[in-house]
């Protein structure tokens, strides 16, 4: 590895070298007459053999101007600073580019799109004035072979972009010794753009700048800097040897070299040539190298850096966890400044953020450094951010949590909100909880609730709840809550009576977390609790689908050792407390596993695609928390004889397919990829593009008011026969979101499934061909009292293809019922069937046709009365493949007095086994002797001394294989 490195770098050089060898010959250049902008150009003298550029200027229609300095003077680098990073994402501007974490990918259309048809990225590094540009990497991956990319340099002597290329590697390194008077800005500042041309694609990791020191001495007299720097990673059991390329005009060199990481750097040795042995080290610990060229008119910058050792490398002591992680609250108008420390190892950290208290966690980039500014922020609104350290590959816990926002919180946003007080719930306390959009502190207020009681602030909290244990029993408290946002005081929210009462129950344990990977032989839970409890009870379940959990123990600890595991598994964990034979509320969960378990990968969650959103697309989205190199996204379109089909991947969240044909439906998939391993996959959701003619929307719907006491009735009008109905709902307040009820191919549709006290909104969506129309126009409706009937299931999930045997149809549903399972064919006009009833969650459709796809709903009975159908969703049971074919047949010839045995060899998965027989000679037909689970058979329903042909094939999952050979016996008689 170490040679192939080397050969790629030194390939980089020599490249470097050759493109630049011819530069020379002088010329200068000054600002456009016309041009009103009066920012500096820099003026000189190339000081080499040519002014040529390295290749003729490619012409590329849509690469900017180079830039001419609009900045104030930047800060000088220090001569310490020897190696400035870019990441691929900062970028000053792009074309045809699209942000990945920290990269830039290129994608150069293969049509001109806005009259261009490349992709850049233009970067800009700062801070030269005291310093002297010495080498530019590029690390820029092509997409795949025969792919290439293009590098310009800003020229301010040729007042135009040097160009290098075309690059067809991962990396282009560039010597720019002598190129810093027309490189370098008055301003300190280099410019270079990186371009893809038409229907090439790259991705821009980092750029770096080697540097060396400036000022003084002309800077052309200081020795060039070395590169290549190579440590040996345990090639040799007592010593490590370190090598680079020579620095130009270099009469000897400095080597450093720092123990670990986190070392101090140290002067090891002077060397004269290129090549050092390092004897004084510690087998099995990891060191760092670096060199500098020294002449008479002083160094260089430092080279690359390299870790090597000799020997074995010990126990790596792993990732380190970030602490004191802080965001600044309002300093900045329009951004956020986040930053933490770590002690321990890390190669870079992600980013998490989530927006309000009950936003949701997602990873908003990647850092390597201690520091962070968010400026994708909305002023005034709140973000929680958190870090996770990721080092070789491990992924560290996340630091404390910590918010902020930009400009100034306002309003009455933060002001909390929504608080109750328990009535009687606890025997002991009273739960006081409350809502707030912002974050911040809360003074806890309480008094007895009668007249002329004062308030007064029992605690404070910066959770959105509270235990108050000290209310005596039976007397009637009112409760309020005051906002603080950093030492300024908030809005106070609603007033709320409770009061502690009998039947309580304990407490909730909460804090729970399970081992991960930290014993051999068991999985260590450990819990808080506060309050009385007799014991808890620990439950346990295995990571993945189709597990259930169980109670495994209980202890009187707040821990618990489990050693007796099935299986070296993931297993998830959660426990709650027991007074007094009355149970609490469950803790937290949390999963854990032996060591050198492979941790199960989290499945992407709540997958949804959009339904005509888009014109030429289909956007899918998820949500998913953990580990992933990428995702695959798969897809089926609806129907008969479709299967499920792999369409891409990505390392994003969200993945956009072009190809589809407008109108039709198609249903989606993802799962998650870490090397290996392939999570469970996720939820599956329609979708489909618009475009086409579109049918007329639903007229005329109205919704009963008050006119049934135990649902509302929702009629329409609509023309088009064999349509379809999806009826929407949502409650008549601010904020409420629209449901999908049900569908129906009626015009009329009665909702059992109501409030009273509720007013709701109703309107449909008319489907015709597959292809949907817009929706009806809007009416509220409420019934007059409580709804009658059971609840209806809910999140019916039918298998597509996932089994050979059966399609499994799983719901949820709230207590004891019973269930009928309904099922037709996926098909215009087909009528639904009742195919079985359980008492289950769940039914097995054994009966399914391979290849079949059907459409299935399910009925809940409670107490005789049944609910209205749960939704729908169509599942199909795959074809399986033929089993083998049975070998070595051989039927006995007279060895056996009144049958015949019949053996045969076989490999593989099989049900059962199917003989057939014929008599030998003349017109006899094949007829089924038996069908048998075993690889033999006596045939003992024969006439003796007759001959008969034997043959077999194997049957899977109703599936039939081929025959085998075929073979004749007989039978002897007596005597």
Known sequence: MQ??????????????????????????????PGDTNNDPVITGTWEGTAATSAVD???????????????????????????????????????????????????????????????????????????????????????????????????????????????????????????NHHIVTELGNMYFVVVCESGNSATISRSVLTVGAGGGEDPDLLPGVPHGLIATDGVYDEYVVIEWDNGADADHYELWRKCGEDGEWDDLAIVEGNRYEDHAVTPGQLYWYKARSVNEHGTSGWSNHDSGYAGELGEDPGVGTPFDLQATDGEFVDKIFIWWEIEGNYDYFELWRKQGEDGEWGKYTEVEDLEYLDLEVTPGVYYHYKVFAVYGGQT?????????????IGGETGEPYDLVASDGTHEEKVVVEWNCDGDGAFDVYRRVNEEGAEWGVIDETTDHYYYDWDAEPGVVYAYKVRVWHDGVAGGYSNTDTGYAGQGGGPGTPWDLIATDGLYPDKIRCEWYFEGDYDYFEVWRKRAGDGYE???????????????????????????????????????????????????VLNKPLELVATDGLYEDKVRVEWYHEGDYEYFEIWRVRDGEGYEWTKIGETEDKSYNDYEVDAGVHYYYKARTVDGDLTSEWSNHDEGWAAGG???????????????????????????????????????????????????????????????????????????????????????????????????????????????????????????????????????????????????????????????????????????????????????????????????????????????????????????????????????????????????????????????????????????????????????????
């Open 549 to 599: 959990w169980a109670k495994i123990d209980t202890t009187e600890a707040m821990e618990y050792d489990d050693y007796d595991l099935p299986g070296d598994y993931t297993f998830w964990y959660k426990v709650r407390a027991v007074l007094d034979e009355q149970t609490g509320d469950w803790s937290n969960a949390d999963s854990g596993y032996l060591q050198d378990t492979e941790p």
């Open 396 to 408: 560290s816990e996340h630091s404390n949590i910590d918010y902020g926002y930009a400009g100034e």
């Open 3 to 32: 040679q192939l490195l080397r050969f790629g770098i030194l390939f980089f050089v020599a490249l470097a070298w050759f493109v630049l060898a011819g530069c020379g010959g002088g010329s200068t250049v000054t600002p456009d």
């Open 57 to 179: 200027d490619p012409g590329f229609a849509g690469v900017p101007d180079i830039p001419f300095d609009t900045m104030t003077t930047s800060r000088a680098a220090s001569q310490d600073n020897t190696q400035l990073e870019l990441l691929g994402s900062d970028f000053l501007q792009q074309l045809n580019a699209t942000v990945a974490g920290t990269t830039l990918v290129l994608n150069a259309p293969s049509t001109p799109v806005g009259g261009f048809d490349i992709a850049f990225g233009l970067y800009r590094f700062q801070g030269l004035t005291e310093v002297t540009p010495e080498w530019l990497n590029v690390e820029c991956l092509p997409a795949s072979f025969g792919q290439q990319y293009y590098v310009a340099i800003a020229d301010y002597t040729l007042g135009d972009w040097r160009w290098f290329g075309p690059v067809t590697f991962p990396e282009f390194q560039l010597d720019l010794s002598d190129l």
């Open 693 to 975: 003619d579109r049918p007329p929307a639903p007229w005329e719907l109205s919704a009963s008011d008050g006119t049934h006491e135990e649902k509302v009735v929702v009629t329409w009008h609509y023309e088009i026969e064999g349509a379809w109905f999806d009826v929407y709902r949502m409650e008549n307040v601010e904020g409420a979101a629209w449901t999908v009820l049900d569908e129906t191919q009626d015009l009329t549709y009665y909702d059992f499934e109501v409030d009273g006290d509720t007013v709701y909104v109703y309107k449909v969506v008319a489907w015709v061909g597959g292809v949907n129309s817009d929706p009806s126009n809007h009416d509220t409706g409420y019934a007059s009292g409580g709804g009658s009937g059971p609840q209806a299931p809910w999140d019916l999930v039918a298998s597509d293809g996932e089994y050979t045997d059966k399609v499994l149809i799983t719901w949820s549903y709230e207590g004891d019922a019973f269930y009928d399972v309904y099922r037709k064919v996926n098909e215009e006009g087909a009528e639904w069937g009742v195919i079985g009833e359980t008492g289950d969650k769940g039914y097995h459709d054994t009966a399914a046709v391979p290849g079949t796809v059907y459409v299935y709903k399910a009925v809940a009975w409670v107490g005789g009365v049944p609910s209205d159908p749960s939704n729908t969703d169509t599942g199909y049971r795959a074809e399986a493949d033929p089993p083998n074919t049975p070998t070595e047949l051989w039927a006995s010839d007279g060895t056996h007095v009144g049958y015949v045995r019949i053996e045969w060899a076989f490999e593989g998965d099989y049900s059962y086994f199917d003989l057939w027989r014929k008599r030998d000679g003349g017109e006899y037909e094949w007829q089924r002797l038996t069908t048998t689970e075993g690889l033999g058979w006596s045939d003992d329903e024969l006439d003796t001394g007759v001959i008969y042909i034997y043959k077999v094939r194997a049957i899977l999952n109703d599936v039939e294989g081929e025959w085998s050979n075929t073979d004749t016996g007989w039978a002897a008689s007596e005597g």
